[in-house]
């Protein structure tokens, strides 16, 4: 069983900062695992925000290079997305997944609600 808890989210002005965090904890290696965050809004599909491999390649979507870094410590089962200059357009559930081989996990999610 593994357990992906994320945390971090909240409410924020336009132009704003957050960081969420998602722990893993069970039976899992971490290190192994490709790590990402999706974000889904009202009405709309989910979709990938950023990923970081096991070896550390990152990859943003599009609509967030620039402003939104992942990270990952691997010591501490934890991976990050910090979030800067955040649109009204950020705000969604946020879900923290884990992938390795077949094995495939999710969050239960965080929000984040951007005011303009």
């Known amino acids: 069983q593994v357990q992906l808890v994320e945390s971090g989210g909240g409410f924020v002005q336009a132009g704003g900062s957050l960081r969420l965090s998602c722990t893993a904890s069970?039976?899992?290696?971490?290190?192994?695992?490709?790590m990402a965050w999706y974000r889904q809004a009202p009405g709309k599909q989910r979709e990938l925000v950023a990923a970081i491999t096991r070896g550390g390649t990152r990859n943003h979507a599009d609509s967030v290079k620039g402003r939104f870094t992942i990270s990952r410590d691997n010591a501490r089962n934890t991976v990050y997305l910090q979030m800067n200059s955040l649109k009204p357009e950020d705000t969604a559930v946020y879900y923290c997944n884990s992938n390795y081989e077949r094995q495939n996990y999710w969050g239960q999610g965080t929000q984040v609600t951007v005011s303009s």
């Open positions: 069970g039976a899992i290696i971490f290190s192994l695992y490709t």
